[in-house]
């Protein structure tokens, strides 16, 4: 097995095996014209591989309402109100985070703002500041890493930490969590929720059951029980049209999932199939990994009004292309697929992509494709809500095949 696990993840290794005059694990690489002993790398993968296999103890900690909460700290006049950072209620614009005392009302995030304001005509209505709730990101990631150095953010607001390792300053996990989340507090005036469990799935399911400021455990030896009991949607990677899918074929919990053999998940529902079945049986591998690298770049709007105008919308797709140029070139990436994601007046959304031998870098790049895209969506015809567009499959920007444009002296 931990040659499998060398094999997936270090390419050039070939073979791995115990050489005989020591203990010491030999590695033969055909980079190398002798077979060297890569001692540290192999002891880097070795620890990697142990606390994949090991009782692994991971918390996934998730701040509370984060934006908003740091609009009710940063503005007094904020705090115990119904608070809602979006666009404002005459605006099309969506909940991008409420307080707890909008939630009273049954607003959520992504919630159209017209809406929330209708539930709660006295909540207040507050823009996003992306450059706050990013610098308070970057001091609650400094904190987790003063306890270790496997913490993988997942957002802005929220990350995994893999505590394994840390027995004999830390035997329990569970107040090891309650800790970091005091320290937040402490230093940052925010609260946050912590799920501890042994794989990554279970910690962040629980780290959602008793918010705000709730921390929750699940020991192995009722991860079973919980998972038979937990509801469909709360499954990692089942949206509302798996739940509805579910539902119809009589899942409603991970106890009726259990029952199901692999290959008629896989049948139903593609990929995802076989890692559901996995996962409700508490199997999750995936390690916490501390250089998560970015799988895509995107930039997506709410439109100011439904349209079907295919002019308007060609429009705003080239200044979203803009945007996406932008940061391809903050991070020296391009990526050679392009996704297109339309929301329908009606909420449907869907995405086409398209992926090239070559990749792309900028608008010029992307531009060309679009009409191709659109083509295989109802614009024109369906009014439609909201656009994006993302690139994934990155790449790093490597050679410069570009001709420089020089002006032209005159002497
Ligand atoms: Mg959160």
Known sequence: MLLHYLKKNVLHFTQVCHSNDSNEPLLICPDFTNNCRLKHSLMFLEGRFQRMCSTRKIIHIDMDAFFASIEQKDHVLFR????????????????AACSYEAR???IHSAMPCSKAARLCPEAIFTPPRMDRYVEISSKIMAIFRQYTAFVEPLSLDEA???VTNMGEKHPSATL?????????FEELQLTASAGISYNKFLAKVASDINKPQGITTIPPETAQHFLDTLPIRKFFGVGQVTEKKM????INTGFDLRQWEVERLVFHFGKIGSFLYDIVRGIDDRPVEPMRVRKSIGSETTLPYDTDNLDELRKILAELAKDIEKSLHKKNKGGYTLTLKVRYKNFTTITRSITLKTAMFSADDILP????????????????RLVGLTISKLTG???LPRQLKLPFMYG
Do not use: H
Not at 247 to 250: D, E, I, P
């Open 247 to 250: 539902r119809q074929l009589g």
């Open 176 to 184: 090891l969590a309650k800790q970091i989340c005091r320290q937040i």
């Open 160 to 162: 995994f930490l893999d």
């Open 80 to 95: 115990g109100k119904p608070l809602i950072v979006g666009g404002n209620p005459q605006s099309r614009g969506v909940v």
């Open 369 to 384: 494709l679009l009409p191709g895209l659109l083509a295989t969506t109802y614009a024109g015809t369906e009014k439609i």
């Open 104 to 106: 009273k009302f049954g």
């Open 397 to 399: 920007r490597t050679a």
